[in-house]
């Protein structure tokens, strides 16, 4: 089993940082790759980023490209979401996810949400205009 806890969310204005952690603990000598992904309500849950663990690949949706980057610290054992000039439409939980499968490095897998194997509880971002 791996743990993942989210944590750096808030509450801020339009064109503000933020920065999220996932701290993984566990069994994290499988994981492969991770991610971060965000859900509104009565939305599905979208891709925002993802990292390799190993060598550290990085893919971004086109909506955040530009903004968010995504970083990892592998002697923390911690993956990071650096979010720059945020808008109100980036408002929403945002989850870390963990992936073990070692698939192909794309967009098209790791965007999917069934890929990842375990999910952190989330943390609130919320930006005002």
């Known amino acids: 089993q791996v743990q993942l806890v989210e944590s750096g969310g808030g509450l801020v204005q339009t064109g503000d940082s933020l920065r999220l952690s996932c701290a993984a603990s566990?069994?994290?000598?499988?994981?492969?790759?991770m991610g971060w992904f965000r859900q509104t309500p009565g939305k599905e849950r979208e891709f925002v980023a993802a990292?390799?663990?190993?060598?550290?690949?990085?893919l971004h949706a086109d909506s955040v490209k530009g903004r968010f980057t995504i970083s990892r610290d592998v002697a923390k054992n911690t993956v990071y979401l650096q979010m720059n000039s945020l808008k109100p439409e980036d408002t929403a939980v945002y989850y870390c996810?963990?992936?073990?499968?070692?698939?192909?490095?794309?967009?098209?897998?790791?965007?999917?949400?069934?890929?990842?194997?375990?999910w952190g509880q989330g943390t609130q971002v919320t930006v005002s205009s």
């Open positions: 996810a963990a992936d073990r499968s070692a698939g192909p490095i794309t967009y098209l897998y790791y965007s999917r949400s069934g890929v990842y194997d375990y």
């Open positions: 990292i390799t663990w190993s060598v550290g690949i990085t």
């Open positions: 566990g069994r994290t000598f499988g994981v492969y790759a």
